[in-house]
C-alpha cells in the first residue's frame, strides 16, 4: 500500500472494519507501517497511571488503522474515491478524483 496519497488534515472515509462509513481527519500518518490516526475513529481505551501531572484512570485515544481500510474523501462526489496525480502547466503537483476529475484539496 501507499501512504504518499494520504496527509494530514485529508478528509477519508472508512470502507471497511468496525468504523465503516464514518468519516474524519488524519492527525497523524505513520508511513513505516502504512497506518494512519483519524480522529474520533478506532476509539480505543488506554488505562492511564497516575503520576504527578495526571490522576490517571481509563482514557479513551485514536487508535491507528490501515490505510487499505480508508479512501479519500471527494468534496465533490462526497463520496470515498482513487486518487490520481497530476502535474499542471505550472510545475505544480495535484491530487485528483477519479470519478469526477475534481482537484482533491489538503484540509
Do not use: F, W
Not at 10 to 36: C, E, F, H, N
Not at 64 to 75: D, E, F, K, P, Y
Amino acid at each position: 500500500m501507499s501512504l504518499n496519497k494520504y496527509k494530514k488534515g485529508d478528509m477519508v472515509k472508512v470502507i471497511s472494519g468496525k468504523d465503516k462509513g464514518k468519516t474524519g481527519k488524519i492527525l497523524k500518518a505513520i508511513p513505516d507501517k502504512d497506518r494512519i490516526v483519524i480522529e474520533k475513529i478506532n476509539l480505543i481505551k488506554k488505562h492511564q497511571r497516575p503520576d504527578q501531572k495526571s490522576k490517571g484512570g481509563v482514557v479513551e485515544k485514536e487508535g491507528s488503522i490501515h490505510v487499505s481500510q480508508v479512501g479519500l474523501l471527494c468534496n465533490k462526489c462526497n463520496t470515498a474515491v482513487r486518487v490520481r496525480n497530476k502535474i499542471l502547466e505550472d510545475g505544480k503537483k495535484v491530487r485528483i478524483c477519479s470519478k469526477c476529475s475534481d482537484v482533491i484539496n489538503v484540509g
